[in-house]
């Protein structure tokens, strides 16, 4: 006899529920089937709906003579017997079913009701308890356990989510759900579910203790990334450095601290910081997108631009349809190309991103330097006179935000070539255009003039 409350007994109440899902998997099923067979099976399936008992099955015999292995034919000639009330010639089926494809819970529970019917109570409930088992927390929780051994925790933390619907007050199931998510980096989930523990028992010592650690990380990591909206990068970098120190055992918050750290020095211009905190992350995860992406920019800036290149690419590889990615790959391209012919940063002798008071001062120098007023011989005259214009045209163009920016994303505003329907450079001009200057002016070149011998 089944006693009340038995794994059998509850099945019966939800019988019709299950009905359900035997449908669900009878429709979600694969199996692999040759031309014939499938036309076979496909055929069968419209005449058993139509009601065509005798027709469908004449089908569903050939298929499973077409194909001994395919579970599917089984499954669909068992379903035709028992809507001609013959059950125990689809006991056998539905037997070899399972013998073919162990997983097929809608069998199973087919045949543990069949074997119901018949009295057979002990088998029925062997295949009955299988298919439950999703209902049963303690054999969850022990898969769960598994799980965490074998290095899969999202597969454990699913399990442990069913346990705390299973169980009332299930305390623990929420704990560990928390610190998994906890190790995995996922702070924000990590606190919501240890914030349900302590809905449940605020004295839980494990989960306040826990609910401390990870709200205090939450605080940093929010707090960081605010003052990475402000642009406030070497404040976000220290945040983040804090970070590393409240949770140095789990490496996950190490990687992306350093992550955010190397973009904040990127944004910053402090490319060589960048390059090196960027680098480090790479080591620890190659593919990192957001670190090539950050590693590249900082390159730029150094003028590196072969690797900032190669950096673009490894990260486009990676995620073909970043717009950021491609614009960045477009840019560096450029500027190399760029590099090969006049730059105004070099002539100057200023980093990229150096600021106008720097690049005045570098103008005054230099021109002051190879004003041609200082030579005398001819040959070193003519020298100086070149010199001297590029020194202008560099001012002209570094000095003027517009004509600057242009030049930054890889065009040369004073190149015709790279001017469309433009017409001559406006600097390639003679050294007379460049007399009247005063190299200690804020404006133009043209405002004292020099008297030359």
Known sequence: MVAPGSVTSRLGAVFPFLLVLVDLQYEGAECGVNADVEKHLELGKKLLAAGQLADALSQFHAAVDGDPDNYIAYYRRATVFLAMGKSKAALPDLTKVIELKMDFTAARLQRGHLLLKQGKLDEAEDDFKKVVCVWDAELRELRAECFIKEGEPRKAISDLKATSKLKNDNTEAFYKISTLYYQLGDHELSLSEVRECLKLDQDHKRCFAHYKQVKKLNKLIESAEE??????????????????????????????????????????????????????????????????????????????????????????????????????????????????????????????????????????????QWHPDNFQNEEEKKKAEKKFIDIAAAKEVLSDPEMRKKFDDGEDPLDAESQQGGGGNPFHRSWNSWQGFNPFSSGGPFRFKFHFN
């Open 227 to 368: 003052l990475i909206k402000d642009g406030r990068y070497t404040d976000a970098t220290s945040k983040y450095e804090s970070v590393m120190k409240t949770e140095p055992s789990i490496a996950e918050y190490t990687v992306r601290s350093k992550e955010r750290i190397c973009h904040c020095f990127s944004k910053d211009e402090k490319p060589v910081e960048a390059i090196r905190v960027c680098s480090e992350v790479l080591q620890m995860e190659p593919d990192n997108v957001n670190a090539l992406k950050d590693r590249a920019e900082a390159y730029l800036i150094e003028e590196m631009y072969d690797e900032a290149i190669q950096d673009y690419e490894a990260a486009q590889e990676h995620n073909e349809n970043d717009q950021q990615i491609r614009e960045g790959l477009e840019k560096a391209q450029r500027l190399l190309k760029q590099s090969q012919k006049r730059d105004y940063y070099k002539i100057l002798g200023v980093k990229r991103n150096a600021k106008k008071q720097e690049i005045i001062k570098a103008y005054r120098k230099l021109a002051l």
